[in-house]
């Protein structure tokens, strides 16, 4: 659901807008201020907000952060609020008034897979196996520009954008890619120039700079208001499918106080083990998620990470890059690209048994000649990476070469690229 910015005119005055992004409804008569926060994951002073009413809809149908797609009847009359038994209720007493978080009476309401309207059911636009590989193509080029120069980086940062949580086996989980690309700095704006184009590419994407300030005085962890009954957000909270984008060359010398830590903490268990607990006060519950975690560093990630990637940039290539992917990202490419990664996020995927057969043959060879150089874990990222090198192609099986592609990759990161 979307969050939107209500009238500007009240019932008995005007609104304007706090320094926060809440709503300061003014008085005339007695200049009283009343502020509602409109309680948005990712603070927003042009965001919107509504309560939607649900009817006929089972318990547990809808979950948290669920992207919906939502047709229903939008109520702004307060003294409807007033008559609806909820609203009466002292523990929703505090709620906003429909003339700043309207009301709607939900009549159809269905789940999203994804948030791009390029695909999906009734839409033609539909890329073949052939045209994937040309949108591959151009969009390696563009990263490798993004990137400064650095191919491998960028063919990293693409198997990146399209991977997804696939599968969970007791603790761990599968298809999750979190990369940690460092030997990164912000000279020229070249992280937020390359979150810029980050952003362009995927339906969702957010920015969260690691400073020890934003992570001292933010909460990253949706906590429950027992006073208010209401679960106040944390910007950690995001729906399925983000791109989730950490700076951690913001950070700065010093210690962090018991809020950061926990923020710190909270942001590792995200990547680690694709969960978010949310703090009811008394108890925790954790919520499975989907976040495509990319770290932003300068030296070695104080965050976990599934692979590492050192970048070798030609820094002084930032301007004339940036300008060229301006000049070529025309509107049509832009969604080409943008059907191209969410074609590539859903497609189905298979594991061929003599590929697999091969797989395993490596495995073993591998293990009979050192023990300690491949392990169970580096078998699980060979085989989420083969994955991704599959998809990427538009293919829905692994080939053989698709593995000695991957095999070689690793071979190239882990004696080069790794701290």
Request: negative net charge.
């Amino acid at each position: 659901m979307d969050n939107g910015k209500p009238s500007t005119e009240e019932c008995n005055g005007k609104r304007s807008k706090g320094e926060d992004g809440s709503a300061v409804i003014k008085n005339g008569n007695d200049n009283i201020k009343h502020r509602h926060d409109l309680n948005l994951p990712i603070p927003n002073s042009r965001g919107k907000a509504v309560i939607v009413k649900l009817y006929d809809t089972a318990d547990g149908a809808l979950k948290l952060n669920e992207v919906v797609d939502l047709v229903g009847i939008v109520s702004l009359d307060p003294a409807l609020a007033q008559l609806d038994p909820m609203e009466g209720h002292p523990s929703t007493s505090l709620m906003p008034p429909p003339s700043l978080v309207p009301r709607v009476h939900a009549v159809h309401i269905k789940k999203v897979e994804h948030n791009n309207p390029l695909v999906g059911p009734g839409i033609s636009e539909k890329l073949n196996q052939q045209e994937m590989s040309r949108v591959r193509d151009q969009l390696m080029y563009i990263l490798t520009q993004a990137m400064l120069g650095d191919e491998l980086a960028a063919e990293y940062l693409l198997y990146h954008l399209i991977s997804k949580v696939c599968g969970r086996r007791d603790i761990q989980v599968l298809g999750k890619m979190c990369l940690n690309l460092f030997n990164v700095n912000s000279n020229n704006n070249w992280i937020k120039r390359l979150y810029t184009i980050l952003g362009l590419l995927v339906p969702g994407s957010h920015y969260l700079p690691l400073s020890r300030h934003h992570l001292d005085t933010t909460n990253f962890v949706p906590t429950k208001d027992m006073e208010a009954n209401r679960l106040v957000a944390g910007s950690l909270q995001l729906p399925a499918g983000t791109n989730l984008v950490v700076d951690e060359t913001q950070m700065s010398d010093g210690q962090l106080n018991p809020r950061g830590l926990a923020n710190l903490t909270a942001v590792g268990n995200l990547i680690r083990w694709q969960k978010l607990e949310y703090d009811f006060k008394y108890s925790s519950l954790e919520y499975e998620t989907d976040i495509s975690v990319l770290v932003l560093s300068e030296g070695r990630s104080l965050l976990p990470s599934d692979y590492q990637v050192k970048v070798i940039p030609e820094e002084s290539l930032v301007e004339a890059n940036y300008r060229n992917i301006n000049s070529i990202l025309s509107q049509d490419l832009l969604n080409r690209i943008r059907v191209y990664l969410t074609q590539c996020r859903e497609a189905d995927y298979n594991l061929p048994d003599d590929v697999q057969s091969a797989v395993t043959q490596d495995f073993v060879q591998l293990r009979q000649e050192d023990p300690n150089r491949f392990t169970a874990e580096d078998l699980h990222a060979h085989l989420t990476l083969a994955r991704l090198v599959a998809l990427s192609q538009g293919k829905t099986n692994l080939e053989a070469e698709d593995w000695t592609k991957v095999k070689n990759l690793e071979a190239n990161r882990r004696a080069n690229r790794t701290p």
